[in-house]
């Protein structure tokens, strides 16, 4: 899954890239509002990243994990953790959010 989303991203195809994003999202993001809520508004600040940087983008996740907690979180789906990183090419040269 993840591996479709990095490749969907780069291709800056904006509907690959939701295709697994569940309705019901909560989002962290590094920009205000940090919290966005649900597949619109994750799918409006992905639209916004995607048109923000004019060259490719990319995604380095250099410690991905899947934790299943204890008690299941929502009906025994597993929470994604990792700390991520995402370029992209800019007018005025490379640009980084982690």
Known sequence: ??????????????DGVMQHIADNIVSY??????Q???RDQ????????LEWAPGPVTWDVPDMSVRCPLRP????????????????ATPSGPAEAR
């Open 73 to 88: 979180f929502g009906r025994g789906r597993a929470a994604p953790g990792c700390s991520g990183r995402t370029s992209a």
């Open 36 to 38: 966005y809520m649900g």
């Open 29 to 34: 993001e590094h920009d205000t509002p940090l």
């Open 42 to 49: 994750v799918r409006e600040v992905c639209r916004q990243g």
């Open 1 to 14: 899954m993840h591996e479709n989303w990095f490749d969907r991203t780069a291709a800056k195809d904006l």
